[in-house]
């Protein structure tokens, strides 16, 4: 358990008998005598905290980067499955008409070659 503590010898004035830390539990004592001591331990614990609150600030950075790339992928798959979803459809609609049919074919073949270069200078190296 935790206390404040004040040593006995700082009680009755004799700074200089202090041994600083309690002897049962090593929490310091808390006589202004030892004022630079718990100041320093202070100094000690805020740089420990600012150290913590600028990784957290990495931390949220990071996250908030791959959320963004999550929101990305997810909106490029909607838009594939979509793609492939009418073109099913427009596949269906034209099985019975060769020459319709053939006219998709060559359209989807002009333009294969633009989706290709589109997809890969969209995609990371690995």
Do not use: W
Request: aromatic letters at 2%.
């Amino acid at each position: 358990m935790i206390h404040q503590y004040v040593s006995t010898a700082c009680q009755h004035g004799l700074h200089a008998r202090c041994r600083q830390k309690c002897k049962f539990c090593d929490v310091d004592c808390l006589c202004l005598c030892h004022r630079s001591n718990i100041q320093n331990s202070l100094n000690r614990i805020e740089a420990a905290l600012t150290a913590v609150q600028k990784q957290g600030v990495v931390v949220m950075q990071e996250l908030d980067d791959l959320k963004a790339q999550v929101e990305e992928t997810t909106t490029v798959e909607q838009s594939a499955i979509e793609l492939l979803n009418g073109l099913s459809s427009q596949i269906e609609s034209l099985k019975t008409d060769p020459t319709a049919l053939q006219g998709l074919a060559d359209q989807l073949r002009s333009k294969s070659g633009e989706l290709a270069a589109a997809v890969a200078a969209n995609t990371p190296s690995a």
